[in-house]
């Protein structure tokens, strides 16, 4: 910015002072906590809450179902056709053909079913490509939204001694958003798990070793093929188990490394906000050089050391700033921009 600038003026409005910027705000928190007790009163159980309402989470379910219906019906369709040149362990043709489908899909790779011809092994490769991008792209956000869902259910059981009020529960979930979905997917993680041993002990006749040795291969999509759903029930288990499994882990790392780096911001946020301001800090501060520090200088030189911003970025704001300043006032007005 130019030296012309007057010290006096901020670079930004300071709305500390600002008697209509309270005022609107106090109204924002007013109409905000009018919409949460509106989502608790008994007038508003018939309407919808506008979460439900949202078009982006509304019909997720609705399109993983279609997309996984497609894929599936259209790879089975093609690996009964050509059943004959899968090699392997065989129980029932439709059945075969959907189970290897989804150990393509999520790329388990068993080996207990392989293909054998060229024309079999160009579909496998087709679908496993795409069933890769519909694990990614479909069911992924499937289960992100299954536990976003469910979010509420683990505050709750976080709380169960305390009275919370349903609106202090959805500040709860808010709060700690990333939290509870790590701990959500943990639960489920580990039911999947159990419930993944427990039927192939019963059903596939493994022991407890094998049976959980099964089961780490398969969610980690390792699979070695030495052991594998074999019977006609286990496989149609598998379709299943083996789709939502290996979602869920890949859900639980992507959580645990969310709920890491929030740690990591809020240690940072932490010690920005708590450090003494120094001598240098106001140098550093000063974009104008005026020797005097304003709200919108000192916002800025905390958001760089909070890492939200970099030196980069002023820069360039500072450089778009100074083309509009065209009278070099230090402050943009109507006859700069005319």
């Known amino acids: ?31 905000r906590r009018r919409f949460q007790r509106t989502k608790t009163t008994p007038g508003s159980q018939n309407k919808p809450s506008p979460e439900l309402q949202s078009p982006t989470k509304k019909p997720i379910l609705l399109q993983v179902f279609v997309a996984l219906t497609i894929y599936l019906g259209a790879g089975t369709l093609s690996f009964v056709l050509i059943i004959g040149q899968l090699e392997g362990k065989k129980t029932n043709k439709i059945v075969d053909a959907l189970y290897f489908c989804v150990v393509t899909m999520t790329t388990v790779g068993y080996g207990d079913l392989v293909p054998a011809t060229t024309l079999a092994k160009l579909l496998a490769c087709l679908f496993v490509f795409s069933g890769m991008i519909i694990v990614g792209m479909v069911l992924s956000k499937a289960a992100d939204y299954i536990v ?29 958003k990333t939290v509870y979905k790590f701990t959500m997917a943990s639960i489920v993680l580990v039911l999947l798990m159990s419930f993944g041993t427990l039927f192939l002990m019963g059903h596939e006749e493994m022991s407890f070793i094998d049976a959980f040795y099964c ?14 759903f074999g019977t ?12 939502s499994s290996t979602i869920c882990l890949g859900q639980f790392f992507f959580y645990l490394t969310e709920v890491y780096t929030e740690r990591t911001q809020r240690y940072l946020l932490k010690w920005v906000l708590s450090r003494k301001f120094t001598l240098d800090d106001i140098e550093a501060a000063d974009l104008d050089h005026d020797n005097v520090v304003s709200a919108a200088e000192f916002i ?11 030196e980069e970025d002023v820069s360039v704001l500072m450089e778009c700033f100074r083309n509009l300043d065209v009278d070099d006032s230090g402050t943009l007005t109507e006859a700069d921009i005319i």
């Open 215 to 228: 089961v780490c291969a398969t969610i980690t999509t390792l699979g070695y093929g030495d052991e594998s």
């Open 300 to 310: 800025i030189l905390k958001l760089k050391e909070m890492e939200k911003i970099t």
């Open 148 to 176: 976003e869902k469910n979010e509420a259910l683990v505050a709750k059981a976080f709380h169960l001694r305390d009275k919370v009020t349903p609106v202090e529960l959805l500040k709860e979930v808010e709060t700690n």
């Open 1 to 31: 910015m130019a030296e012309k600038d007057d010290p006096k003026t901020p670079l930004l409005e300071n709305p500390i002072n600002d008697p209509a910027t309270k005022h609107n705000e106090q109204n924002n928190v007013l109409a």
């Open 232 to 243: 006609v029930k286990g496989r149609v288990f598998g379709v299943f188990w083996i789709l």
